[in-house]
């Protein structure tokens, strides 16, 4: 049986949102047309794009709210492995908001106003089916902070992470792997936000597994998000891996 994921308290996922949220529109509106005009990290888009593919993600709270749904079947873990089929649908809604003016500040508002309007148990559709409101939300707390952290390695300029939506990012990543790569053989450790045990093979009867991987949370945000090879952590140091099983190349990214 899979693990069950964890869901954190709907009132912090709603403060956390708003607070990462907030961050992007205070870091986007310090940087200079230079560094906007740039190239980032994301092959194809410059600074700008990946500032117009925050706002898209913002977006998507008042326009999924807009669309019919028809019950709860899906859940952060199904977004999470689902994301790298989306992939060409996403290039195009970003350009589509960019080429109609960013403004962070009004995807926000609008975003609030349907948080506003909904409980945590009511369903909003997603490309993967419907999905629990604040669920919902989780998801665009791992955008806001991957697409950050995008901005931080595009600019070299450190972006200033709401402590918890950095935390509710790990988590749901951390769970994803859990589930998506069930087992016990490994212990994968995020400190200090997160500890999930993954990946079938001999079972141990107490105590920690076998085989531990532990790294920092930046770390596990590039791997889970595709933004670094397992092999260019573990060669840098950034993994620390002990046992015969603690090679996660082959279940990563998550994302993509």
């Not at 199904?78 to 089929?85: D, K, R, V």
């Not at 506003?116 to 806001?144: Q, T």
């Amino acid at each position: 049986m899979p693990p069950k994921t964890r869901r954190p308290d709907p009132a912090k996922v709603r403060a956390a949102v708003a607070s990462q949220w907030q961050r992007h529109v205070d870091y986007a509106g310090a940087l200079s047309a230079e560094q906007l005009s740039a190239p980032s990290e994301l092959e194809g888009w410059d600074v700008a794009t990946l500032v117009g593919h925050v706002a898209m993600t913002i977006r998507t709270v008042a326009a999924r709210a807009a669309q019919p749904v028809d019950g709860i079947t899906a859940d952060v873990v199904a977004w999470t492995i689902g994301t790298p089929t989306a992939s060409s649908d996403v290039d195009v809604e970003t350009r589509a908001v960019v080429a109609g003016g960013v403004d962070l500040a009004r995807e926000i508002a609008a975003a609030e106003e349907v948080m506003a309007r909904y409980a945590d148990g009511d369903a909003i559709n997603m490309r993967f089916g419907g999905m629990r409101f604040d669920d919902f939300l989780v998801s665009r707390i791992v955008e806001a902070v991957v697409h950050a952290d995008d901005l931080e390695r595009s600019t070299g300029v450190e972006f200033p992470h709401a402590k918890d939506a950095l935390a509710i990012a790990v988590r749901a990543l951390t769970d994803a792997m859990a589930v998506r790569v069930p087992g016990n053989s490994v212990e994968l450790r995020v400190p200090p936000y997160a500890a999930v045990q993954c990946v079938a093979g001999p079972r141990h009867t107490r105590g920690t597994p076998p085989n531990v991987v532990e790294m920092a949370p930046r770390t596990w945000l590039r791997l889970a998000a595709g933004r670094m090879s397992w092999a260019d952590a573990a060669d840098s140091g950034a993994v620390h891996a002990s046992g015969v099983r603690a090679d996660l190349a082959d279940h990563l990214p998550l994302m993509g």
